[in-house]
C-alpha cells in the first residue's frame, strides 16, 4: 500500500521563524507532489505543487524535492500568526485519474 | 461561484439509516473523488471518477457505493450507516491541465 509521512508535530515556531515541513512517500513511481494548507474546520486548500527535483519557490514558500531519497519538504520563511493551520503533503500516482494519497498532516502553529 | 458544491454541510444519522453526500462541480472536470477524513488519519479516497460513467474504488471503500450521474455530479451513498463512518467527507474534482485538485466545503456526518 502506498504510504506518505508526515513529521507528525504538532510544530510552533515564533513569528519571523522559518517552518520546515518534511514528508517521505513509499512509491517511486509517484509523478507530483503537493502541499495543501487546511484551516480547522475548513477544505484544504492547495498552496504549491512540484514535479522535478530541486526547489520551487512562490512567495514565502519554498517546496524541495529529492525523488532518490522520496522525500519532499516546505519551508515557510517569515511565517505569520495567518500561517497556523494544518498542512498535508499529497502524493499523485500516475494514471488517467491521478488520484492523491495524503500523509496525515502537520499541525503548524506560529506563537506572535 | 464556480466551484465543487457539497450537500449537506452536517448530517446526524442513527445506526443503520442511509442518505445520499451530494456532490457537483461547474468547473468541467473529467476527474471527481470522495475521501473521509478523520482525527490523526490524514485525507482517505473512498471512491474515485476518471471520468462520466466510470467510478473506481479507493483505500476505503466498504459501506459505501457511488454515482456518477453525469460529468458534473457525484454522489455518494451510505445505504446501512455505521458509528465507524462518522467522519468528515470531501468531494473534489481535478482539472485535466494541472494536478491540483479543488476542493468542496466538506460534509461533517455522525453516525450515532
Known amino acids: 500500500q502506498k504510504e506518505v509521512e508526515q513529521n507528525s508535530g504538532p510544530l510552533s515556531v515564533p513569528e519571523g521563524a522559518i517552518a520546515s515541513l518534511n514528508c517521505t512517500y513509499s512509491d517511486r513511481g509517484s509523478q507530483s507532489f503537493f502541499w495543501y494548507r487546511q484551516y480547522s474546520g475548513k477544505s484544504p486548500e492547495l498552496i504549491m505543487s512540484i514535479y522535478s527535483n530541486g526547489d520551487k519557490e512562490d512567495g514565502r514558500f519554498t517546496a524541495q524535492l529529492n525523488k532518490a531519497s522520496q522525500y519532499v519538504s516546505l519551508l515557510i520563511r517569515d511565517s505569520q500568526p495567518s500561517d497556523s493551520a494544518t498542512y498535508l503533503c499529497?502524493?499523485?500516482?500516475?494514471?488517467?485519474?491521478?488520484?492523491?494519497?495524503f500523509g496525515s498532516g502537520t499541525q503548524l502553529t506560529v506563537l506572535p | 461561484n464556480a466551484g465543487v458544491t457539497q450537500t449537506p454541510k452536517f448530517q446526524v444519522l442513527k445506526t443503520g439509516q442511509s442518505m445520499t453526500l451530494q456532490c457537483a462541480q461547474d468547473?468541467?472536470?473529467?476527474?471527481m473523488y470522495w475521501y473521509r477524513q478523520d482525527p490523526g488519519m490524514g485525507l482517505r479516497l473512498i471512491y474515485y471518477?476518471?471520468?462520466?460513467?466510470?467510478?473506481d474504488k479507493g483505500e476505503v471503500p466498504n459501506g459505501y457505493n457511488v454515482s456518477r450521474l453525469n460529468k458534473r455530479e457525484f454522489s455518494l451513498r451510505l445505504e446501512s450507516a455505521a458509528p465507524s463512518q462518522t467522519s468528515v467527507y470531501f468531494c473534489a474534482s481535478r482539472d485535466e491541465k494541472g494536478d491540483g485538485y479543488t476542493f468542496g466545503s466538506g460534509t461533517r456526518l455522525t453516525v450515532v
Open positions: 471518477s476518471a471520468s462520466e460513467g466510470t467510478t
Open positions: 499529497a502524493v499523485s500516482e500516475s494514471g488517467s485519474a491521478r488520484q492523491l494519497t
Open positions: 468547473m468541467n472536470h473529467n476527474s
